[in-house]
Every structure is written in structure tokens, then in C-alpha cells.
């Protein structure tokens, strides 16, 4: 079994030194992974519901510091050599598509071919407002992303035509380490579970309680 460590970029693990020795702590206890998860924006008072904890609040304050995880990442696998590095998640559908490929890729370069990508639809109806995203069709809108981001991975020249993001005969460099970069798909819905089966290179469960409840996914 490999185990995974979910510390980094939040609060005082935001802070240089925390991810610069946590990191290498991870890495000499035989830690296989270092998540780290996103949100662009906080509110103090929010309508969405959360859908991790049975109150339906987030627990992080909104004050909290939040580093952008690919950022913060870079720093991690700086400071290490063979422990991965993976979002847990980055809410894909906030982001452009060509921007986060070419980021991940640059990561996964950097790191010598250890980044894992794990994205997410988001639930915060107020983040998406306030980065002009809208907040229907989420869903479709990241398993487009996904597709394109694969595309730009895949091609050396790639075009995509889809409802969300369109490209023409574009070069986006460097490639990834591998063929591609593994991507898993974030949440616990029924429906989150299909799209990482039928969609992704594995699933990221939140929240939940040991292997029993991970099991009866």
C-alpha cells in the first residue's frame, strides 16, 4: 500500500520552510505522494453548500492563506528527488485550459516526470461568480478541458474543437516526461465515480472515513 500526505498550501503550510521540510519529511518516511488542494476564492459567508462535511461548511477559514498548488508544488518537488506531486484538486473548470496544460507540463518537466493532476468541477457557486465562470455545465466543461489539456500533451501541432475552448494548429511546449500526464477526477457522487472510471487514470475520495466507507464507493 502506498500512503499520500494532504499538507501542503493552506495556512501555515503555506509557508516556504513548513513545505521545504515537510516535503523532505515525506519523502524520508516513504511517503509516495504530497497533495496539495486549490480554491482561487474564498467568502466569508457563503450560500453554496460544502459538500465534504455533514454541517456543509468548508473548514479553512476564508482568511487563510491559499497557494495556487502548482505553485506551491514547484517548491515541494524542489526541495525533494523522488516523492510525487499531485492537486488534490485544482477546479479545473475555473481555469483556462491551454494555461493549466502548459503549467502542468512544465511542472511535470521540472519535477522529472512526477506530477499527478487531480481536478475537481468545484462546488462554490461564489468562486465561479467571481472569476466570470459560469457555474452550469461545469461538469462538461472540465471533461473538455481534460480532453484538450490531453490534446496539447499528445500533439505537436493539435487543434480541438468543442463548445468550450477551441484551437487551431497550436504548439504548446514542452511535452510532459511521459506520453501524458496522469489525470484523476476529485469528489464522491455516484456520478464523480463514473466520470473517474470512464475518464480518468484514477479517483480522488475526500473526506472520507477509512477503507470501509472508501470500499463501499
Not at 501541432?157 to 511546449?173: H, T, Y
Amino acid at each position: 500500500m502506498q500512503l499520500g500526505l494532504h499538507a501542503l498550501g493552506i495556512g501555515t503550510g503555506a509557508r516556504r520552510a513548513v513545505i521545504d521540510a515537510v516535503a523532505v519529511a515525506a519523502e524520508a518516511c516513504g511517503f509516495a505522494t504530497l497533495w496539495s488542494g486549490e480554491h482561487v476564492v474564498m467568502v466569508d459567508r457563503a450560500s453554496s453548500r460544502y459538500p465534504y462535511s455533514a454541517d456543509g461548511r468548508i473548514a479553512v477559514p476564508a482568511a487563510a492563506d491559499w497557494l495556487d498548488p502548482l505553485i506551491g508544488l514547484s517548491f515541494a518537488a524542489a526541495a525533494t528527488s523522488t516523492i510525487r506531486v499531485a492537486t488534490g484538486v485544482l477546479l479545473l473548470p475555473e481555469h483556462n485550459p491551454i494555461v493549466v496544460a502548459k503549467q502542468a507540463a512544465s511542472l511535470d518537466v521540472l519535477s522529472g516526470g512526477r506530477l499527478t493532476l487531480g481536478v475537481g468541477v468545484g462546488w462554490s457557486r461564489e468562486e465561479f461568480d467571481a472569476l466570470g465562470v459560469p457555474f452550469a455545465r461545469r461538469t462538461a466543461r472540465t471533461e473538455e478541458y481534460v480532453a484538450a489539456m490531453r490534446t496539447l500533451w499528445r500533439s505537436d501541432v493539435a487543434s480541438f474543437m468543442g463548445d468550450f475552448v477551441r484551437f487551431s494548429s497550436i504548439r504548446v511546449n514542452p511535452k510532459p516526461c511521459r506520453a501524458t500526464i496522469p489525470i484523476i477526477f476529485g469528489g464522491n457522487s455516484d456520478s464523480a465515480l463514473r466520470r473517474a472510471a470512464t475518464l480518468g487514470d484514477g479517483w480522488y475520495g475526500f473526506n472520507l472515513d477509512g477503507v470501509p466507507e472508501v470500499a463501499d464507493r
